[in-house]
């Protein structure tokens, strides 16, 4: 699976958007990006993913770049309970290797009132 | 749904003692994992399997012992610990597909001295 890049820590004012980036440039046109967030030692959830195009969910929206090698994952209106550890990931699904996700440290990201 | 559950949610061993960690999910998933998680630090894959019957090693394998007799079932066992296994462990199971996506449960930790 392809590397990720992530800052190690980010700051956001309550009710801004929050804009997460992640370098891949190692990435293969068979990967897709995903983000996991992790809460407080929570057990990792799943937000968002994406192969090229832009996604939008409930919880956050994807941009990818043309090229593929950066996304940015954004909080459109963070809250306090976002305050978690973001994990960016590069993955290929294989039907003998099946779901297999490689965390990297992820970015600490911090709401303040 | 209870989703992915995993007892016990913490646990104290003293070095060359043996137990298993549970882990259950009631969503007919075909993939299951395994991951430990170090402190300040992303998870790692210890073991997943792709259905009943069919288990595989992943990054960090040593020491641990999988078997998946059932659909919902995947326990994890540590043959003879050791401090070095201090960590919190979590399961996570998700359909089989390409862009399906992973659901962990609470976590198990697991302190050995």
């Known amino acids: 699976d392809a590397k990720t890049t992530q800052p190690t820590s980010m700051d956001c004012a309550e009710g801004r958007a929050a804009n997460l980036p992640c370098n891949h440039s190692t990435i293969s046109g068979n990967e897709y990006v995903y983000w996991y967030r992790q809460i407080h030692s929570q057990g990792p959830q799943y937000i968002i993913h994406g192969l090229k195009n832009n996604e939008t969910n409930e919880m956050a929206s994807l941009i990818i770049t043309e090229d593929r090698k950066s996304s940015t994952l954004i909080l459109p209106h963070a809250t306090l309970r976002d305050t978690a550890v973001y994990y960016c990931i590069v993955r290929v699904w294989g039907e003998t290797s099946g779901s297999r996700l490689t965390f990297g440290e992820g970015t600490q990201l911090t709401v303040n009132p | 749904n209870a989703g992915v559950t995993q007892t016990p949610k913490f646990q104290v061993l003293k070095t060359g003692q043996s137990m298993t960690l549970q882990c259950a999910q009631d969503m007919n998933h075909e993939y299951m994992s395994w991951y430990r998680q170090d402190p300040g630090m992303g998870l790692r894959l210890i073991h997943y399997?792709?259905?009943?019957?069919?288990?595989d090693q992943g990054e960090v394998p040593n020491g641990y012992n999988v078997s998946r007799s059932t659909t919902e079932d995947f326990p994890l066992r540590l043959l003879s610990a050791a401090p070095s296994q201090t960590s919190v462990y979590f399961c996570?199971?998700?359909?089989?597909?390409?862009?399906?996506?992973?659901?962990f449960g609470p976590g198990t930790r697991l302190l050995v001295l």
């Open positions: 399997s792709v259905g009943a019957g069919i288990t």
């Open positions: 996570a199971s998700s359909l089989a597909g390409a862009q399906e996506t992973q659901y």
